[in-house]
């Protein structure tokens, strides 16, 4: 059932982009000749207007089909008006990021609905570890940790992003401590793999979250207010975005192994097994589940908007790569040219799934 329902997440989610495609072509007066969610052949399809509507044997993946997308869409020996390349560069551009531009509203949306009724770890200090480099600095509880090696720290994840390229150096952390911004330095020890400063964070609670009442006014926790979820709610998708910036930038830096990737199928056996421990957690059950599986739709989502800005062949960042080439030529590139680069730069997507895919399936045996 939890293998269910991460399929259904990454369904939607890939739903969600190929709509943005959808919506922003048919209002740019593109002909859409197929909307399809799924991939290999139909098992399901009805016809509305000029769009074919399907639904395709492999839940992953999905395609908004446009005219003249790839080629030179004819009608009466004339180029079709209603084709994608005989509309303006900026036109196009907008159906490119109309997909981004939906997962990026639908992970904010999502990120601010969870922050209204979850409670989650902040950057403000509740307590120490046992030895702990930060208090023997002079860090306080109740300091809320504002910069770490310069970096910005606006939500909790801020925190490992900055320390994650920690070697035991001395590190800089600013605090603010009722107002006033302080600055330490702290030499970082070495825990369960990680390079630590020892502090215990606080937690927020959501507007709507129900806070026990002994922890009111108590140092590091505290209820937030209902325009602060908007607040947090960006902050959260903006560093789920970084987040995947880092993990690329290391992929091709070799600081993380191929081997590392997770695909597809990876995705959904991590997504269906933290459902299912959420749910069979004390005090967890369905509401438990449903508040995880929806934040790992704010992950996924994010993460879909970043990597399809990719300038990389048949990724929507590709295509925009190519819009700009046109938009400084003043000409464009001929499209058979053009769909002939997207359609190696799609092979060669399709053998990284399939060595992907690998390593999932791999990793069951293991």
Request: overall charge negative; hydrophobic content about 50%; aromatic content about 12%.
């Amino acid at each position: 059932m939890n293998i269910f329902l991460a399929i259904l997440v990454f369904t939607f989610i890939i739903l969600v982009h190929e709509l943005g495609h959808f919506w922003a072509a048919r209002r740019a007066g593109i002909k859409v000749v197929e909307f399809s969610i799924g991939m290999g052949p139909r098992i399901f399809h009805f016809k509305k207007g000029d769009t074919i509507y399907s639904l395709k044997l492999f839940p992953i993946g999905g395609s908004c089909r446009m005219l003249g997308e790839d080629e030179e869409a004819m009608e009466d020996g004339k180029p079709n008006p209603a084709s994608f390349n005989q509309k303006s560069v900026g036109w196009r551009a907008i159906v490119m990021l109309g997909g981004v531009i939906m997962n990026f509203a639908l992970a904010l949306i999502l990120s601010i609905i969870i922050s209204m009724f979850n409670h989650f770890p902040e950057a403000t200090i509740q307590g120490f570890t046992t030895t702990s480099p930060a208090r023997e600095a002079g860090v306080m509880e109740g300091d809320t940790i504002t910069r770490i090696n310069g970096r910005r720290i606006n939500v909790h994840g801020d925190s490992g992003l900055a320390m994650m390229d920690a070697d035991g150096s001395p590190i800089t952390i600013e605090v603010d401590r009722d107002g006033e911004r302080i600055t330490f330095e702290i030499s970082p020890h070495y825990y369960n793999e990680r390079w630590m400063i020892g502090i215990i964070w606080g937690r927020a609670f959501g507007v709507f979250a129900d806070m026990p009442a002994e922890l009111y006014g108590q140092t590091g926790f505290r209820q937030v207010s209902f325009f602060e979820s908007f607040a947090i709610g960006f902050h959260e998708v903006s560093f789920f975005v970084r987040a995947t910036v880092t993990g690329v930038g290391r992929l091709f830096t070799h600081d993380i192994n191929f081997e590392e990737l997770v695909g597809p199928i990876g995705i959904v056996d991590m997504v269906g097994s933290q459902i299912d421990q959420a749910a069979e957690a004390e005090g967890g059950g369905a509401m438990a589940a449903f508040w995880t599986m929806l934040r790992w739709t704010v992950l996924l989502s994010a993460n879909l908007g970043v990597l399809n800005l990719l300038p990389l062949p048949a990724l929507d960042g590709g295509r925009l790569v190519f819009l700009a080439i046109e938009a400084v030529r003043k000409k464009p590139l001929p499209p058979e040219k053009e769909g002939m680069v997207h359609f190696i730069g799609f092979a060669a997507l399709m053998v990284l799934v399939v060595i992907v895919a690998f390593n999932d399936i791999s990793r069951f045996f293991n």
